[in-house]
């Protein structure tokens, strides 16, 4: 079975540039969610898709921050301008509908904002 | 509110003795709990998952984790570590109404030889 796909795996950029960090869930998988780890720190929930709608986003800085997804499948997460403060791992994972089944990871995209 | 937290941001063993991470959660509904692994490099791997069946939940790699109602734990143990089990563990509560998941902290586990 093929896993969660993200892309880059790393990407150096200055503050003030954007970037954008690409996922592909596992096929047949409703549910998205991004998530944004900092050193040292558990991963935090960003924004959470059912399909192609967005369920929970309350902690997505919406200034700076944007994620869509295409027909319920891949996703995109963005950042424009960047800041110093959000070299992070952004995790991509999927599940199946519903609460009570498992999530499946992504490796990750490591930002480092210089 | 949901919460967990992880009680030791770090925890070390000698290879061959009981690994145990703590874990107390906060849920005003009948939680859904899981643990995952962080190896360096790694993606997050399930460890186990709690889903109101068994109390005591076995998992992978001789994992298993206990839910305590009355204490809001949800505890992992390992009988024996092995040098492989040094990784990142997070403990994780989903709500149950929406499958958000949220994260604690983190424990670092270091395996001594």
């Known amino acids: 079975e093929a896993g969660v796909a993200q892309s880059p795996r790393y990407k150096i950029i200055e503050k003030r540039q954007s970037v954008a960090f690409w996922c592909n869930p596992i096929?047949?998988?409703?549910?998205l969610y991004w998530y944004q780890q900092i050193l040292g720190q558990g991963p935090k929930l960003l924004i959470q898709?059912?399909?192609?709608?967005?369920?929970?986003d309350s902690q997505l800085p919406k200034d700076r921050f944007s994620a869509e997804r295409l027909k319920g499948v891949d996703s995109t997460l963005k950042i424009q301008p960047a800041k110093l403060e959000d070299s992070a791992v952004y995790l991509c994972?999927?599940?199946?509908?519903?609460?009570?089944?498992?999530?499946?990871f992504g490796q990750g995209t490591r930002l480092t904002v210089v | 509110a949901q919460s967990v937290t992880q009680l030791d941001s770090h925890v070390s063993v000698s290879e061959g003795t009981p690994v145990l991470l703590r874990c107390n959660y906060s849920s005003s509904y009948s939680p859904s709990l899981f643990w995952y692994v962080q190896h360096p490099n790694k993606g997050l791997q399930l460890l186990l998952k709690?889903?109101?069946?068994?109390?005591l939940v076995k998992g992978i790699n001789g994992f298993e984790a206990e839910f305590k109602k009355s204490e809001t734990s949800f505890h992992l143990t390992k009988p024996s570590a092995h040098m492989s089990d040094a990784a990142e563990y997070f403990c994780?509560?989903?709500?149950?109404?929406?499958?958000?998941?949220?994260f604690g902290q983190g424990t670092t586990l270091q395996v001594k030889p």
């Open positions: 096929s047949g998988h409703a549910t």
């Open positions: 994972a999927s599940s199946l509908e519903g609460s009570l089944v498992r999530a499946f």
């Open positions: 994780v509560v989903s709500i149950s109404n929406t499958g958000k998941l949220i």
């Open positions: 898709f059912q399909n192609n709608g967005v369920v929970d």
């Open positions: 709690y889903t109101s069946a068994a109390t």
